[in-house]
Each structure stands twice: as C-alpha cells, then as structure tokens.
C-alpha cells in the first residue's frame, strides 16, 4: 500500500531534549516535505527536499533541522525544542513534475513541548 | 514572496446549498501551481486538485469545481448542493516556479472550515 508513514504519532517532551520525528515513504518519490499546523495559521512549509542531498528551507525552519540520505526518509530534528515548537507535524512525498505534484500526507505527529 | 490568501474563515451552509470557497494568491513568477486539500474532521490531509499557471480552463469533477481566473489572481472552489460530509477545512495553497521550471517551495493558506448541516 502506497503510504508516507510518521514515527511517534504522539510526543510529549520537555524544552532542550532533542528528538527526531521520522518520516517514510513507499511511492519512491523525489519531493519530500514537513509541515506544521497552528490554529488559524494553516500549514506552514518547515523545509522540504528536490531529491536525496538537496533539502532547502521553508517558511519556518528556525529551531529544525533535516537530512536526506535517502530517497525514503526524511527525518525532521528539534535539536532544542521549546514550548513554542508544539505543533501537530505532517510529513508529505510527492513526484516533481516540473513542480511538487499531489502531496501524499503522513497521518501527524502531536508534540507537545513542556 | 508567494502568498495565498483564505479571507473566508468559517463558512457554515444548510445541505443542499452551494458554497463557494474564496482562494487569493501572490506570485512574482509566470509559472506556478495552485492546489486544494481537503481535511475532514478526522485529520487527514486530501489532495483535490493541481492546476498549473499555463492552464487557465475552469474545472469540474462531480459536484466540485474550480474557477481559476488570473487576471484577479483567484483559484476558487465550489461545492454545488453540499452535503454534510462535505465539512471538512480547506486549503488552498501555492508553489511558485523555480530557475529551470523546477518549483519547491508550497505555500498553504490559512483554511476556510465549512460545516454543512442538515
């Protein structure tokens, strides 16, 4: 079954412990992202990646970090997370066609930062 | 910078009504891509549709469609007789072209949430 899968679905943590949120996808696709949705802002892009080695920021990437050392997984790490980085997070694949096509959509990860 | 803009921020209607959902966007570029995604009550995010700059024919798919008009950078959607699982919060969002036809960036508005009743 063609899936993005997210790992843990639910965090709580405290302020300055890093944690890694993992991201996979099945459908061998190029464009990687993450997001997060804040009440009454939408999503909001936290970086994504054209393809393995090439990640670029979004329009919030202040307090994240990211790799891509495979096609697969795009892992998203809060090297000191803070209380204001409580969010839900979805991680997305599509193909590039000539841009980010149909954005498959992880199910969310819930962090709460204490 | 690209921006979309979701005036609308709650919508609520009676079944059977039609419903438009407003989507205003800025870009600096000529090619660009517009989607919408629906996110039912249940979380998940759903991919409704992709339409490219280039391609300004409005779409219909069942009791959706879009009107996507340039000249006042708008990518609206209407649901026609509405029904109540078409409650859900909609996202319209952007990404503009990059050097090389290549676009990256996704920009998402701020949702326009709907409820239908009966």
């Known amino acids: 079954e063609a899936q993005v899968t997210q790992n843990p679905r639910y965090l709580i943590t405290v302020t300055g412990k890093k944690l890694t949120v993992t991201c996979s996808q099945n459908m061998n696709h190029e464009y990687m992202s993450w997001y997060r949705q804040d009440p009454g802002l939408g999503l909001r892009q936290i970086y994504y990646?054209?393809?393995?080695?090439?990640?670029d920021k979004g329009d919030v990437p202040e307090g994240y970090k990211v790799s891509r050392k495979e096609k697969r997984n795009f892992p998203l790490i809060l090297e000191s997370p803070s209380p204001n980085q409580t969010s839900l997070y979805f991680c997305a694949s599509s193909l590039l066609l000539q841009g980010p096509g149909e954005q498959f959509f992880g199910p969310g990860t819930r962090l709460t930062v204490l | 910078a690209q921006k979309v803009t979701q005036a609308q921020t709650e919508i609520s209607v009676v079944e059977k009504e039609d419903v438009t959902l407003d989507c205003v966007y800025e870009?600096?570029?000529?090619?660009?891509?517009l989607f919408w995604y629906k996110q039912p009550p249940s979380g998940e995010l759903v991919f409704l549709i992709r339409r490219n700059s280039f391609d300004e024919q409005n779409e219909i798919s069942g009791r959706y469609s879009w009107n996507f008009q340039k000249s006042t950078s708008s990518f609206n959607f209407t649901i026609t007789a509405s029904q109540v699982v078409d409650s859900a919060v909609y996202f319209c969002a952007l990404s503009e072209a990059q050097v090389g036809g290549t676009a990256s960036k996704l920009t998402f508005g701020t949702g326009t949430r709907l409820q239908v009743t009966l």
């Open positions: 870009t600096r570029d000529t090619t660009y891509y």
């Open positions: 990646s054209m393809n393995v080695e090439v990640t």
